[in-house]
């Protein structure tokens, strides 16, 4: 059973850090793009930042470019999004999901975790 179990949210204030994990289990990320997503309230889903496993490639939006870092663990089977100089506008639910070899953030991704709550306030 393919799952995505994301971790790592919170409260920060702006200007703080956190890193998000993407823990993977019953498949291994080896040939999948992994796509981190967030929904604010009332706003569309985003893609945020993406990492390609067969050219390792990566996809950041203009949004976070700079300030995110998406990384991969090989032997832990786990995706990094390290978010730095955070904003209030960086507040939402982050989700992690995958498909198949490249990121085409426009494109369906499957087996979405649970997400994990970044709240950015002072």
């Known amino acids: 059973q393919l799952q995505l179990v994301e971790s790592g949210g919170g409260l920060v204030q702006p200007g703080g850090s956190l890193r998000l994990s993407c823990a993977a289990s019953?498949?291994?990320?080896?040939?999948?793009?992994i796509g981190w997503f967030r929904q604010a309230p009332g706003k569309e889903r985003e893609g945020v930042s993406c990492f390609s496993t067969s050219d390792d490639s990566t996809y950041y939006a203009d949004s976070v470019k700079g300030r995110f870092t998406i990384s991969r663990d090989n032997a832990k089977n786990t995706v990094y999004l390290q978010m730095n100089s955070l904003k209030p506008e960086d507040t939402a639910v982050y989700y992690c999901?995958?498909?198949?070899?490249?990121?085409?953030?426009?494109?369906?991704?499957?087996?979405w975790g649970q997400g994990t709550q970044v709240t950015v306030s002072s």
């Open positions: 019953g498949f291994t990320l080896d040939y999948y793009a």
């Open positions: 999901a995958v498909r198949d070899f490249m990121c085409v953030m426009t494109a369906d991704f499957g087996s």
